[in-house]
């Protein structure tokens, strides 16, 4: 056996888990790092959940979701590391990040419905649902490994990929609890909350994805991938999957506005893209850099302080960092959105600016938010434009249906020959 492949299959001890930094260069440290453990380590440990400062993972996703760091700069350090072949895994792990957003751009209705769903239920929770509702996310239902893993959720505001996949199973098949109450606590909670990445893996732990294909937490394979520090009983032996009335099907995709070349602009950054620096900006006409961060508007109940304050203090180095390096001013505008709408009119006048130019703005609850701040510029006569980024303008189209077929197209996204 060669150290390499000794490498390979030494289990990654975890050690105490570092915080969370909202920042740049802490994503990039964090994925330098992991690089030399993203290739054949990566496929042979990755399922195993360790606890808190697990190293077999890359825990890389509060930084890609809020695009920190970029999926592409993930990928292409990776494969400047690695062969495709060795790292292929972890390659199509980010990729489906990309798959599950240009899914869901497709179908908005499967977002809209589920926030819709949870906020109903939470307006009125009938007691017996109260009360299970609350053991679950308080961790006192009794189930050792659930329990644990709410209490990480809550404490830390992370959980690993098997974690998250055995808690929505249990919540759904063992405690029978709603789904959408569900992903509405994660969104609550994660650091690396996504509108598409949670609701479609909770709806594909449902079998609602790949109609009666749903996934079922089993006590020997949480014994075996926690390396038996959880054993649970009594779980459900054999659920069905849910089954939704009526089907969604996809839509075209929603096109950017164009920018106008040559209108003064402001650059308004959110927790859907801050790494402007690497997107194709019209830098030339931006006269000033602002923020808006909108975490509560995550659910009707309030979110959880680690994964609030991740976001706001993404947003806010974000603008500092792009301003500072520019030598433009930088605002943060206040995150309840009608303040937000106002403010950002008034900065506009302020400076003259005719254009708002922002990220596209996926599925989600900053683009729900938005459209207050649309209506409020529009009725000013200021122009609002959005960057899609070319990963994304290749990737999405090719989204609609399953992953295999998605999966096939990653070497030629990744831009490597096929064969
Ligand atoms: C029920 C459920 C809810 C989830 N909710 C979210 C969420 O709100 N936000 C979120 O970012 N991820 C979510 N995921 C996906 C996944 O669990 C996390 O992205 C992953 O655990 C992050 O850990 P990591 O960075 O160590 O991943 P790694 O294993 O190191 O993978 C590298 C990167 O690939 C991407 N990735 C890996 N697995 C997935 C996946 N299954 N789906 C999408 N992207 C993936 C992430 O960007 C991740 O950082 C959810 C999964 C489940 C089962």
Redesign the pocket.
Known sequence: MTTTDLFASAPEIARPAPAFLPTREEGLRRLRD?LPRAGAA?AAQ?NFDDGPG?RN?????????TRLVT?EE?VHAVLARHAFEASEK?VQ?????T??KGHLEMRPALWTSARDRAAALHADLAPDLASRLAAAEEGRTGIDCFDAWAVELNETG????HA??W??SIWIFTLRLPWVL??DF??RH?I????A??TL??R??AGLHTKGKH?VARPDNIASYTRGRFSPRDLARDPQPLVQTGDVAAGPLRRAEPVKPGVPSLLLLSEDDLHPESAPMPWADIRLVAGFASPSARSSRPVGTPAAAFAVEAVQGAVHRVASARGLPGEMLPAAIRDAADALVALCAREGVRQVVRGFLPVGWTADAFVALRTALGASGIHVAEILRPWDARAWPHAGRGFFPFKARIPDLCGIAAG
């Open positions: 992991f990566y990755r697990r993972v890359s825990v890389l996703s509060p930084w890609l979701r999926e993930v972890f792990e980010v990729f489906w990040r798959y599950w992370f959980l690993h990929n998250r996949m808690f929505a569900g992903a994660f969104l994660l690396d909350a996504d509108a990445s949670n893996s909770w594909w732990v996934y």
